[in-house]
């Protein structure tokens, strides 16, 4: 399984984003709750831009790519992310994170 926790790199900006998303829809959760991370983390793009998402990578990068990598054997056999596209890393990379955000916000609601 792959590494994340709150210490991940850049954890907390993309949690900030999580909590902005639900602030912004909270009218409708209800209707989205099952579909939460989809609608968060894969219907639009969380960087856009070549050297944007360079410069956001830093250098993590190679760290990424390895859990990036090692999610997508472990959850599809094989690894489909175009490595050489920063913004293609960037996303996916927080898409992986936005799983465990989600994941310890629905946690959350459910000890309340």
């Not at 907390?12 to 579909?35: G, P, R």
């Not at 190679?62 to 992310?81: L, Q």
Request: hydrophobic share 30%; charged share 30%.
């Amino acid at each position: 399984m792959t590494d994340i926790n709150k210490n991940s790199y850049k954890y907390q900006e993309v949690k900030e984003y999580f909590d902005d998303f639900i602030n912004e829809n909270s009218n409708h959760l209800d209707d989205i709750a099952e579909e939460l991370h989809h609608e968060c983390f894969n219907t639009d793009y969380y960087i856009i831009g070549r050297y944007k998402a360079t410069q956001w990578l830093g250098d993590q990068v190679f760290n990424i790519i390895d859990i990036i990598a090692t999610y997508e054997k472990d959850n599809f056999g094989e690894v489909t992310t175009d490595f050489k596209e920063p913004e293609r890393v960037v996303n996916m990379y927080v898409y992986i994170l936005g799983e465990y955000i989600v994941q310890d916000y629905q946690d959350q609601l459910e000890t309340v």
